[in-house]
């Protein structure tokens, strides 16, 4: 059915229809639902995928034939870095292989370029007058609040769907205290935008006033298609190599939401003498990564082939979730001009843009309702979108029902909001 923009309704129109809508959700309070759109998870079933690791691994020695029980090996295991590597189309002397988490990665960076400089600073961070970051919005909220946290001032550049928006970066680093910028080049957190070859070429050759600029590239989503169409990422550490930069990026990844999200084997990627920088520090904080979790997803996996093979199972998990989540919006407010949401082709999230103003509003409603939604403004640094339009919608954790349930909800909330919004002219 082709509907008609609201903004083209009469008043009266408007009028009437607002108590249609305000009916459809006095019934779906009346419901008392319980449900919850909000982070990023795998569902149960997903981590039943993986639950063969927890019988692995079936031996202590790595290939080498050292005791993965003991202290040591400080970049991890050798077959663990080679699958990563393959999986992110760098060499295998990039990579590091460490414990559960590629944020606390992000985080060991961060402080050491702030507490002693990289291998190209002028100084430690934390002795400028000011640090800054570039953060393509909207984007992933720990991130941002791990800046906060750090004290690095956040400076937004638009994400458009083939990566951070070029001009808006190159206008800003020119500006000595801009270190560096945040990019999540597939599937990105939230919009599911892929940073095309293009896009990542320019990154990576721009000139940067800052000598130790970083790009902080968080290829979290790498494997993580939700077509049969298995998206390469741009070879960041090629391309910065290339242009004459190679210690321009660093590189994450884990198997967070590929094996167990809170059991996982994160990897860090980049330049020898970043990697050496890193391992450095690194051994003042650690004797060795925990080898045993390595060997165990290395014996589950074998290959990176085998982690292909199984992101198709999780696919065939989450997609009909993505599938429902579509439907619910088309259905309840295409042609309405009150909502743009994005379509997905791999990643964790779904990305909508209500109508201005109105994101906080939708957000409340559905709360009411019994459906949590992450709060209006959080993929934007300190929270705050400065249209209040957008929202962050997380299908993978429910079960289908429920999504099904949650998400013709959200849609009641989306046209109620821009309704009273509408009429309150
Ligand atoms: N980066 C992005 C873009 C993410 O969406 C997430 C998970 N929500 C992470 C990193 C977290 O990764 P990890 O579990 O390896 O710390």
């Given at each position: 059915?082709?509907?008609?923009?609201?903004?083209?309704?009469?008043?009266?129109?408007?009028?009437?229809?607002?108590?249609?809508?305000?009916?459809?959700?006095?019934?779906?309070?009346?419901?008392?639902?319980?449900?919850?759109?909000?982070?990023?998870?795998?569902?149960?079933?997903?981590?039943?995928?993986?639950?063969?690791?927890?019988?692995?691994?079936?031996?202590?020695?790595?290939?080498?034939?050292?005791?993965?029980?003991?202290?040591?090996?400080?970049?991890?295991?050798?077959?663990?870095?080679?699958?990563?590597?393959?999986?992110?189309?760098?060499?295998?002397?990039?990579?590091?292989?460490?414990?559960?988490?590629?944020?606390?990665?992000?985080?060991?960076v961060l402080t050491a370029l702030l507490l002693k400089g990289g291998p190209d600073s002028p100084r430690p961070w934390s002795q400028e007058?000011?640090?800054?970051?570039?953060?393509?919005?909207?984007?992933?909220?720990?991130?941002?609040?791990?800046?906060?946290?750090?004290?690095?001032?956040?400076?937004?550049?638009?994400?458009?769907?083939?990566?951070?928006?070029?001009?808006?970066?190159?206008?800003?680093?020119?500006?000595?205290?801009?270190?560096?910028?945040?990019?999540?080049?597939?599937?990105?957190?939230?919009?599911?935008?892929?940073?095309?070859?293009?896009?990542?070429?320019?990154?990576?050759?721009?000139?940067?006033?800052?000598?130790?600029?970083?790009?902080?590239?968080?290829?979290?989503?790498?494997?993580?298609?939700?077509?049969?169409?298995?998206?390469k990422s741009a070879d960041a550490l090629g391309l910065a190599a290339a242009s004459g930069h190679p210690n321009r990026p660093i590189m994450?990844?884990?198997?967070?939401?590929?094996?167990?999200?809170?059991?996982?084997?994160?990897?860090?990627?980049?330049?020898?003498?970043?990697?050496?920088?890193?391992?450095?520090?690194?051994?003042?904080?650690?004797?060795?990564?925990?080898?045993?979790?390595?060997?165990?997803?290395?014996?589950?996996?074998?290959?990176?082939?085998?982690?292909?093979?199984?992101?198709?199972?999780?696919?065939?998990?989450?997609?009909?979730?993505?599938?429902?989540?579509?439907?619910?919006?088309?259905?309840?407010?295409?042609?309405?001009?009150?909502?743009?949401?994005?379509?997905?082709?791999?990643?964790?999230?779904?990305?909508?843009?209500?109508?201005?103003?109105?994101?906080?509003r939708v957000v409340q409603l559905a709360k009411e309702a019994g459906i949590a939604l992450t709060p209006a403004g959080s993929a934007f640094?300190?929270?705050?979108?400065?249209?209040?339009?957008?929202?962050?919608?997380?299908?993978?954790?429910?079960?289908?029902?429920?999504?099904?349930?949650?998400?013709?909800?959200?849609?009641?909330?989306?046209?109620?909001?821009?309704?009273?919004?509408?009429?309150?002219?």
């Open positions: 059915s082709s509907a008609t923009p609201l903004s083209a309704l009469s008043a009266d129109d408007l009028a009437a229809r607002l108590t249609t809508v305000r009916a459809a959700y006095d019934e779906l309070k009346a419901r008392g639902l319980k449900l919850d759109l909000t982070r990023g998870k795998p569902g149960s079933d997903q981590l039943d995928l993986s639950n063969d690791l927890l019988g692995l691994p079936s031996s202590y020695r790595d290939r080498s034939g050292a005791d993965v029980r003991n202290y040591g090996g400080l970049e991890g295991l050798a077959e663990m870095r080679e699958i990563f590597a393959d999986l992110l189309g760098v060499d295998v002397a990039s990579v590091v292989c460490g414990g559960n988490s590629s944020l606390t990665m992000m985080h060991q007058p000011v640090v800054k970051f570039i953060c393509p919005v909207p984007g992933y909220d720990r991130h941002f609040t791990m800046l906060a946290e750090l004290g690095i001032e956040m400076v937004s550049v638009p994400m458009n769907a083939d990566g951070p928006d070029v001009p808006a970066v190159r206008a800003l680093v020119d500006d000595p205290a801009v270190k560096g910028m945040w990019v999540v080049p597939t599937y990105a957190n939230p919009t599911g935008a892929v940073c095309s070859a293009e896009v990542a070429a320019e990154l990576m050759a721009m000139p940067t006033a800052a000598p130790d600029f970083r790009i902080l590239w968080d290829n979290a989503y790498a494997v993580h298609h939700l077509t049969d169409v298995e998206t994450f990844a884990s198997t967070s939401k590929i094996t167990f999200a809170g059991a996982g084997v994160a990897a860090l990627a980049a330049s020898a003498e970043n990697k050496a920088w890193y391992l450095e520090r690194l051994g003042f904080a650690a004797i060795g990564p925990d080898k045993v979790n390595h060997l165990r997803h290395v014996e589950f996996f074998d290959d990176a082939d085998g982690v292909r093979d199984h992101m198709r199972k999780h696919r065939d998990l989450i997609a009909p979730k993505f599938t429902a989540v579509e439907d619910a919006l088309s259905s309840r407010l295409a042609g309405l001009g009150i909502a743009e949401w994005t379509v997905p082709t791999g990643g964790y999230f779904v990305n909508l843009d209500v109508l201005d103003g109105t994101a906080s640094p300190h929270g705050n979108d400065p249209r209040d339009r957008n929202i962050r919608l997380a299908p993978t954790f429910p079960v289908l029902d429920e999504v099904q349930a949650a998400m013709a909800g959200v849609a009641v909330c989306v046209e109620l909001a821009a309704l009273e919004s509408l009429t309150r002219g």
